[in-house]
């Protein structure tokens, strides 16, 4: 069955620090892929997404992600955060055929230190 | 089109009544999803509509849980006899299958979230 899996559940970083959060699927099919971030009290939003092509994709706020068909992985990364950017992080992933089910990871709490 | 919107946001119940959660679609998204999702976990599948048609639903989910999508637009989902294991936020997305014309294909499968509708069980 199709799953995705974040590793890292809670992270807490300082301002200017790098950051990359893990995200593995279970798929052999074509998919796409997508971080979806929710700010404290907002609406989950999507952060960046791939579907094809370049698999180095950039997303808002200078965040990026790369997809590494080999690994089933869709790492997140943004070399430099910001307080603002402390929020919870999800991956997921849809399988473009049969069911399009759209299927999330249990999330990552990132906190940025002022 | 102010995307999209849930309604109760919040509903506190006691335990064995039915509820109702109704999820109002951005209007040309033909997509509709429901999840779950308490805290420290992920949004959890529940169900999906492709217009009015229910093309799958979770095996997590039981009997009790029901979810309608008529006429291709809004959709309710209603649970019954409510237990406190139902305690949740209960959360609605509506995407598009293809992209509008001139949007390319990145306007496809992006989930745009409502609110969310929180209950609680007593």
């Known amino acids: 069955a199709q799953s995705v899996s974040q590793h890292n559940h809670h992270v807490i970083l300082s301002e200017a620090a790098s950051l990359e959060l893990g995200c593995n699927y279970s798929?052999?099919?074509?998919?796409?892929l997508f971080w979806y971030v929710q700010y404290p009290g907002q609406h989950l939003q999507l952060l960046l997404k791939y579907f094809s092509g370049d698999p180095l994709v950039k997303g808002i706020k200078g965040f990026e992600a790369e997809f590494i068909k080999s690994k089933f992985s869709f790492n997140l990364r943004k070399p430099s955060v910001q307080w603002s950017d402390t929020a919870e992080y999800f991956c997921?992933?849809?399988?473009?055929?049969?069911?399009?089910?759209?299927?999330f990871g249990t999330g990552t709490r990132l906190k940025v230190l002022a | 089109d102010t995307g999209v919107s849930q309604d109760p946001r919040h509903k506190i119940t006691k335990r064995g009544q039915n509820v109702t959660f109704r999820c109002d679609p951005i209007?040309?998204?033909?997509?509709l999803y429901w999840y779950r999702q308490t805290l420290g976990q992920g949004p959890e599948f529940l169900t999906y509509?492709?217009?009015?048609?229910?093309?799958?639903k979770s095996r997590l989910l039981s009997d009790r849980f029901s979810a309608e999508r008529p006429k291709g637009s809004f959709s309710t989902l209603e649970i019954q006899r409510t237990e406190q294991g139902d305690s949740a936020m209960y959360l609605c997305?509506?995407?598009?299958?293809?992209?509008?014309?001139?949007?390319?294909?990145?306007?496809?499968?992006?989930?745009?979230f409502g609110a969310g509708s929180r209950l609680t069980v007593l």
């Open positions: 997305a509506s995407s598009l299958l293809y992209p509008l014309s001139g949007q390319g294909i990145s306007g496809a499968n992006v989930l745009t």
């Open positions: 798929y052999g099919g074509t998919v796409n």
């Open positions: 509509f492709q217009n009015e048609a229910q093309l799958e």
């Open positions: 209007s040309e998204h033909n997509r």
């Open positions: 997921a992933v849809i399988v473009t055929s049969g069911t399009y089910k759209y299927i």
